[in-house]
């Protein structure tokens, strides 16, 4: 960086890094030093804040690896760092040679559009939230006049209601039997029961150790949580309101007497290191295939859980509790249709009680 006097007028040069490569930023004709000086600190705060001078030339990807170097230096999650780097890979093999200037709306919507024609709608929506990030930044810095994702339609296939299916009462106590009554003590069939009694994540369960589990009191700690990416990390669970305390049943505790009799050495988390949900939804669909029952996912054990409880009438408060939402509204909205089954057998009882009156 330098300011120098070219006649009579002064010049500035900047020096910046987009991506690898250096760039120089020249101005000339300031008729005084101070204005040059007043020029040269506000371009070199912009830098600072992700502007990069001379949009028109700059290819998006370098602008993009530029923002997510600054982005995952905030100390993000392990799987959102992975999501990120996944996005970059795409980003570097479908859109190199396009500058950033390029990058205009009708561009932004043709590679959302392109990218849902063969992934799913929630899918798109996160690449698309992705990308998107760099871009509002650009916008928000002055470095493109145009905020290319505004109003930007998500399309996609539709979702499959795979992971809101849920086992029915009669397929859970089949599955809750056929879990029992295995002689092998299977750790993957335990993890698979845990989720079920438990209503836990699959990542929850994964993170469990022998010091989260209190038999006197008949309680798990659930206060971490397995990535489901290598190498596995153990982190901080979804949200604050996921670390919880939960009650289990004593036929819970009786699976666990007889795996601790079959296996004589147990890694720190006791359903294995290399254990994954990857493994662990093959295994579970495998038993579902055996015993006949529709196929979900092990998200859906979650399901299964909430469902059986709001069946049988147990307060939603603590529903929400035990599965760890944020508040109970997500509660709610997630199980709406169970509720209004549940407010019409009330508004029956209250109408019954009030014509006796």
Do not use: C
Request: hydrophobic share 35%; no cysteine.
């Amino acid at each position: 960086m330098s300011i120098r006097l070219d006649g009579k007028t002064y010049t500035v040069i900047v020096n910046y890094k987009v991506g690898t490569s250096y760039k120089r930023k020249v101005k000339r004709g300031f008729t005084t030093k101070k204005s040059a000086q007043q020029y040269e600190a506000q371009l070199i705060t912009q830098l600072s804040a992700g502007y990069t001078p001379d949009a028109n030339n700059v290819l998006f990807i370098d602008y993009y690896d530029k923002w997510l170097t600054k982005h995952l230096s905030y100390g993000l999650k392990p799987q959102t760092v992975a999501n990120h780097k996944w996005t970059q890979q795409y980003v570097h093999t479908h859109l190199s040679g396009i500058t950033l200037a390029q990058m205009d709306r009708n561009r932004f919507q043709q590679i959302i559009d392109q990218y849902a024609l063969e992934h799913k709608a929630s899918t798109t929506k996160q690449v698309a939230l992705r990308i998107g990030m760099p871009l509002k930044e650009a916008f928000n810095t002055g470095v493109i006049n145009v905020d290319p994702t505004y109003k930007i339609k998500i399309n996609g296939e539709k979702s499959k209601d795979s992971s809101l299916k849920f086992l029915e009462e009669d397929e859970l106590n089949q599955l809750l039997s056929y879990i029992e009554s295995d002689t092998t003590a299977n750790l993957y069939n335990f993890v698979i029961y845990t989720l079920a009694l438990s209503g836990a994540r699959a990542g929850e369960a994964l993170a469990l150790t022998f010091s989260d589990i209190n038999e006197t009191n008949k309680t798990l700690r659930i206060n971490k949580t397995k990535t489901n990416i290598r190498p596995h990390q153990y982190t901080q669970p979804k949200t604050s309101s996921s670390i919880r305390t939960i009650s289990m049943p004593d036929r819970w505790f009786t699976q666990l007497a007889k795996i601790k009799a079959t296996y004589s050495d147990f890694d720190e988390h006791f359903f294995g290191e290399s254990t994954d949900q990857s493994s662990l939804l093959r295994r579970f669909k495998k038993i579902l295939s055996q015993l006949g029952i529709k196929q979900i996912s092990l998200h859906g054990l979650r399901h299964t859980h909430a469902s059986y409880l709001i069946n049988h009438n147990v307060d939603i408060a603590y529903v929400s509790e035990r599965l760890g939402h944020s508040n109970i509204t997500v509660t709610q909205n997630t199980y709406f249709h169970l509720l209004q089954k549940t407010r019409q057998s009330e508004a029956n009882k209250a109408i019954n009680l009030l014509n006796k009156s």
